[in-house]
């Protein structure tokens, strides 16, 4: 990965973060909404012949509620599977970092996972604006050369 291309990934896992949460969440309400249609489906099916449900008007908003929760399912499905993508490459990028230098890492984990400004985490980690900056490039450094290792 390049210098910019990390630091991307890193800008992202924030949010990548709260989207897979409240994507779990929205998964979960469809999946629910979805087992419930298909219930009223199942029994006005039991209830009514089988000659007179195709025509229903009742029957077809029914099958358009579930097919369109099955796509509104299926494209939260893919953007849980790249906001998961973010996460685990943010955290071995972090994790890798405990490994290197506690203070980058510091830096790295208010600025990126805490989420906070520049401004905070000067005074979360206690070094001047330029010590900050120069550890973290050197961070941002360690990370290209270990991703070109390997």
Known sequence: MTKDEIKKVLR???SAKW???YL???LTQI???IEEVSYIRAVNIATVPSVGMISDPAFSIVQKKIDLDEKRRDRFIGM???SQHIIDTAEV???DLI???NLVYRIFNEKYVLNKSWGAV???VNYSKSQVHRWHGRGIKYLVEKDETK
């Open 31 to 33: 999946n629910r909404a």
């Open 93 to 95: 990028m972090l994790a």
């Open 19 to 21: 989207n897979y949460y």
């Open 122 to 124: 000067y005074r979360a």
């Open 12 to 14: 992202e896992y924030h």
């Open 24 to 26: 779990n969440t929205e």
């Open 99 to 101: 490994n290197y230098d």
């Open 80 to 82: 849980l599977k790249v």
